[in-house]
């Protein structure tokens, strides 16, 4: 009985963050991409906090590695580079002048 305590006790001294060190993007590359191509539109709608708690509790070894995660999700949910500067893109037009009669 005594043995299994000290086996028990010991490895768990050995366990080990497997998520320390790593860019949130490597974050995703490893553990995300898989499933998702993109990490676009993960984030999109969902609260930081609630963001951070999921992948806390699904997918990250540990709070911090779950808050960088899911602030890297937040951070590429903008308009797309494309989309943002396209050559030829038409700017807005300025409303027409109101003609008085």
Known sequence: MILAAAVLTATAAVAQNLDAGKSPAKLFAEGCATCHRSPRGLAKGRFSLTLSWFLKDHYATSSDSAKALAAYLESVDGPTPRAAARPGAKA?????????Q
Do not use: A, D, H, T
């Open 92 to 100: 807005p037009r300025p409303p027409k002048p109101v003609q008085s």
